[in-house]
T-cell receptor
Framework: GAVVSQHPSWVICKSGTSVKIECRSL??????MFWYRQFPKQSLMLMAT?????????EQGVEKDKFLINHASLTLSTLTVTSAHPEDSSFYIC???????????FGPGTRLLVL | LAKTTQPISMDSYEGQEVNITCSHN???????ITWYQQFPSQGPRFIIQ???TKVTNEVASLFIPADRKSSTLSLPRVSLSDTAVYYC????????????FGQGTTLQVKP
């Protein structure tokens, strides 16, 4: 139980294009999902909190217009990296917390490479 | 959000018990303590969670003293496959439930 999936697992795109990453909770519902970014040899950095049916809450320093988050259902949140640049290349990880649950469960991550 | 401090790295040998201690001096009353394991290029994997005293599951034990200002993750009889980064996190129930990751502890298990 408590499985979170991400799609795609890796993506290569050209600079200036947009990339959408999906995060799904497969066997539970989640009103809250989280998006993280991780650079090599570093820890996870929280980017934003995604709430079903409402606007996402972004951490300080994260551009909301560049990283668009949509949480349209209790099992799906999407992160769109708009006008991607090479510095956006990173490992993006989502997590989901079950309704009335205390534990966050993480997805396998999406490797983004912007050329 | 409570800040956590844990050793940057630890070495161990196969078959030994490994204890990783995390300090969280400003833990709030409603905060849970959660430990995750992360392998390279993978998302963190939930290991164990607790609020107070001792919690045990099939892979680890978590010891939390009465003042809850620290916690110890205990891994019995580690193997080479336990080489990973271990994160201790303190997060509030309800509210946003945000988790802020620290640097974690890189555990290297040697044969």
């Amino acid at each position: 139980g408590a499985v979170v999936s991400q799609h795609p697992s890796w993506v290569i795109c050209k600079s200036g294009t947009s990339v959408k990453i999906e995060c799904r909770s497969l066997d539970f519902q989640a009103t809250t999902m989280f998006w993280y970014r991780q650079f090599p040899k570093q820890s996870l950095m929280l980017m934003a909190t995604s709430n079903e049916g409402s606007k996402a809450t972004y951490e300080q320093g994260v551009e909301k217009d560049k990283f668009l988050i949509n949480h349209a259902s209790l099992t799906l949140s999407t992160l769109t990296v708009t006008s991607a640049h090479p510095e956006d290349s990173s490992f993006y990880i989502c997590s989901a917390r079950p309704i009335n649950g205390e534990t966050q469960y993480f997805g396998p991550g999406t490797r983004l490479l912007v050329l | 959000l409570a800040k956590t401090t844990q050793p940057i790295s630890m070495d161990s040998y196969e078959g030994q018990e490994v204890n990783i201690t995390c300090s969280h001096n400003n833990i709030a009353t409603n905060d849970y303590i959660t430990w995750y394991q992360q392998f390279p290029s993978q998302g963190p994997r939930f290991i164990i969670q607790g609020y107070k005293t001792k919690v045990t599951n099939e892979v680890a034990s978590l010891f939390i003293p009465a003042d809850r200002k620290s916690s110890t993750l205990s891994l019995p009889r580690v193997s080479l496959s336990d080489t990973a980064v271990y994160y201790c996190l303190v997060g509030a129930s309800g509210n946003t439930g945000k988790l802020i990751f620290g640097q974690g502890t890189t555990l290297q298990v040697k044969p």
